[in-house]
């Protein structure tokens, strides 16, 4: 009987540390997603300055509104450069890597416009380095995988012509 009530016992303290966990876990996924709301409108909301830039007619309006994106874009795009570093799945690689690049090119774009042809020049160069190591990764690692020889099987013969297959591998 005592063993049968500390049992019990134990299963309810379960229960509610099981229940209190739960809501915890609800907390921290409403945060992430609010954080994540946040970022893509920081992000949208330099892009739409980008854009403003290129059709303003004062050069004081224009300047503000390049600084202004760079200074938001910066952050960002290094934010994704280290996401894309530590992808470990396809997909998620993906998306960062849209990301990064998209970061990218607004960025050194905003150096461009500003006048700081050089800097913008170096920081895509530096970029673009990058985004080809972490392509390759990704091709070898979560693509290709440890059983590359499967898309030489039938059911990708048609999706993907062999002259297709020697174009990539090349």
Partial sequence: AVTAVG???????????????N???KEVKAIHELLEINERARLGA??????????????????DLLL????????????YKELLSK??????????EEYFVLTSLAHSRCLAELGMSDTARHSLESDVTFWKEESKRIARDLLLGDNPERFLFNEFSEAVPVSNLVEWLD
């Fill in 7 to 21: 049992f019990a016992v134990i299963n309810q303290k379960l229960k509610r540390l099981e229940n209190q966990l």
């Fill in 87 to 96: 992808a470990d799945s396809l997909e998620v690689s993906l998306g960062y």
């Fill in 68 to 79: 202004n994106a760079k200074n938001n874009l910066a952050p960002i795009r290094l934010k």
């Fill in 23 to 25: 809501r915890i876990e």
């Fill in 46 to 63: 330099a892009l739409e300055d980008l854009v403003n830039a290129m059709s303003s007619q004062k050069a004081d309006d224009r300047r």
